[in-house]
């Protein structure tokens, strides 16, 4: 009997062991997969642009919530993209995500987007534009970016938003609007 649970205690105590070695080995894993992931997202980051995308109307009256997408694409066809959730009449930036992606998840939340808006082409210095004069905007009403703005917005690298011909006017039903580019009439000194 004696035998028995000390051979019992013994199988007890080699997989414990092995459950703690392959649990370490996952959080290994994990973090490497992290890292390597990490890393990854910042090639992205300089990989060439895609293409952008903005929400059709988005300056009408009854609308003024809208998502901005810009996209690169990597030499090994991985997507990164960057989706703006944008309040163009008071908070700017509600939300953003950034993601690098399979070409067909990209093309899949391009259409999951696509069920709630209708999304145009927009060339990359409009959507810089659009997507920071937002934010300016909101800023003078006191209202911040979402927090994982200040990672996605790098994916504008070196988008000069100056060549952008259009201009964009935030604000709503002419309560507190502002061109961008220019200061808050009430924030004006």
């Known amino acids: 009997m004696a035998l028995r649970l000390k051979n019992l205690q013994q199988r007890k105590a080699k997989k414990t062991v092995k459950r703690k070695k ?6 290994r894993e994990a973090a490497l997969s992290n890292i390597t992931h990490q890393l990854a997202t910042a090639q992205a980051l300089q990989a060439p642009l895609y293409e952008c995308w ?44 950034c993601l690098l992606m399979r070409q067909e998840e990209y093309q899949h939340r391009l259409r999951e987007i696509g069920t709630r808006e209708i999304l145009k082409k927009i060339p990359p210095d409009c959507a810089r534009k659009l997507v920071e004069g937002a934010v300016a905007y909101a800023e003078d009403l006191d209202f911040y970016p979402h927090e994982d703005y200040g990672f ?17 006017t935030f604000g709503r039903d002419e309560k507190f609007p502002r061109h961008a580019g220019l200061r808050h009439p009430l924030t004006a000194g």
């Open 54 to 97: 903005e929400p059709e109307g988005l300056f009408e009256t009854n609308a003024g919530i809208g998502t901005v997408v810009v996209a690169r694409k990597t030499s090994a066809g991985q997507i990164l993209m960057a989706a703006f959730s944008l309040d163009v009449f008071y908070l700017g930036v509600k939300n953003v995500y």
């Open 152 to 168: 996605a917005k790098k994916i504008f690298g070196n988008i000069e938003k100056e060549l952008c011909p259009r201009s964009f």
């Open 22 to 27: 392959r649990k370490a080995t996952l959080r």
